[in-house]
Each structure stands twice: as structure tokens, then as C-alpha cells.
């Protein structure tokens, strides 16, 4: 009986696995590419680290940021991670995740 109880639940974390998306969850209930959508504000700002951040771009949430630059809907738009990153820093947000770790890159 033990193993049965074991083998269920092994099939059931490999499907949860199979099913899963990464990053989803981070945004709530929108998926990383539909987040990059709406962030079209910030679209300089995340090619280029010198490029000046639009107010309308630091009024969104950094909550999913890291999903949202490693969307494929980002990547096609351009997006540079290592500049997407730094955009709560520019836009001097109190409250950004500093010292987050996503991926390669790191919440300044």
C-alpha cells in the first residue's frame, strides 16, 4: 500500500512538472508574455542602461520582473536583461528587490 500511495504521488509531481511554465505565478494570474504587453512604457529602458526611464514605465510593479525579461514576448521586443534589471533602480523604487537573483542577473 505504501508504494502504491509513493508511485501516485511521484506520477503526480511529474505531471505537475510537465505542466508547469516558468515564471508563472510570479505575475498572478497573467503569464510572463502577456506582462511584457503591458509593458511597453519601458521598452528603451530595457534595451539600453543609458536610456532615460519613462514615468509611465516606473509606475508597474517590479514584482515579475524576471519573468517578464525572460519571456520569449521580451526577448522578441529586444529586451537586454542585463538593462531590464536596473530599471527599478533608475526609477528609484524603494521597494524594488534588491539583491534578487534571476538568473545570471541581479536586482541592483
Given at each position: 500500500?505504501?508504494?502504491?500511495?509513493?508511485?501516485?504521488?511521484?506520477?503526480?509531481?511529474?505531471?505537475?512538472?510537465?505542466?508547469?511554465?516558468?515564471?508563472?505565478?510570479?505575475?498572478?494570474?497573467?503569464?510572463?508574455?502577456?506582462?511584457?504587453?503591458?509593458?511597453a512604457p519601458c521598452a528603451s529602458a530595457a534595451q539600453d542602461e543609458d536610456a532615460a526611464v519613462s514615468k509611465n514605465c516606473c509606475?508597474?510593479?517590479?514584482?515579475?520582473?524576471?519573468?517578464?525579461?525572460?519571456?520569449?514576448?521580451?526577448?522578441?521586443?529586444?529586451?537586454?536583461?542585463e538593462a531590464a534589471i536596473t530599471i527599478p533602480k533608475r526609477c528609484n523604487l524603494a521597494d524594488r528587490p534588491a539583491g534578487y537573483k534571476c538568473r545570471d542577473y541581479t536586482v541592483p
Open positions: 500500500m505504501k508504494y502504491i500511495w509513493v508511485l501516485g504521488l511521484l506520477i503526480s509531481l511529474g505531471i505537475a512538472g510537465f505542466n508547469r511554465v516558468d515564471g508563472v505565478g510570479e505575475c498572478g494570474k497573467s503569464s510572463p508574455d502577456a506582462k511584457a504587453f503591458k509593458l509606475l508597474q510593479k517590479p514584482s515579475c520582473l524576471c519573468a517578464v525579461m525572460l519571456s520569449s514576448t521580451a526577448k522578441s521586443f529586444g529586451v537586454k536583461p
